[in-house]
């Protein structure tokens, strides 16, 4: 049974940064694909990144795109989320997920394709 905790959310004024961690146990290395997903209040659960444990590649939501960063530490079985340039628009609780499936872009962000599943860190950016 893998377990994932998430840490490093909080308050955060935009245009601010936060990293998001992920820890994950038993080794993240056994499984393909590590991501990131957030649900706003009254909106559904939205896929943000994720990263290919066997490769390193990464996908990325449009809205992120060039302001967060998903990267691991194998050695330390941690993945983490490095959140740049947030806004408003960003709050919510950010879940982090384990899969083992290969990636690609048309799958990435099904929530259906990950078996486990953290318990969730706020996020909330506001002025």
């Known amino acids: 049974q893998v377990q994932l905790v998430e840490s490093g959310g909080g308050l955060v004024q935009p245009g601010r940064s936060l990293r998001l961690s992920c820890a994950a146990s038993p080794f993240t290395r056994n499984y393909y694909t590590i991501g990131w997903f957030r649900q706003a209040p009254g909106k559904e659960r939205e896929g943000v990144s994720c990263i290919r444990s066997n490769d390193g590649s990464t996908y990325y939501a449009d809205s992120v795109k060039g302001r967060f960063t998903i990267s691991r530490d194998n050695a330390k079985n941690t993945v983490y989320l490095q959140m740049n340039s947030l806004k408003p628009e960003d709050t919510a609780v950010y879940y982090c997920?384990?899969?083992?499936?290969?990636?690609?872009?048309?799958?990435?962000?099904?929530?259906?394709?990950?078996?486990?599943w953290g318990q969730g860190t706020q996020v909330t950016v506001s002025s």
């Open positions: 997920a384990a899969g083992v499936f290969y990636a690609g872009g048309s799958n990435w962000n099904h929530s259906g394709r990950y078996e486990y």
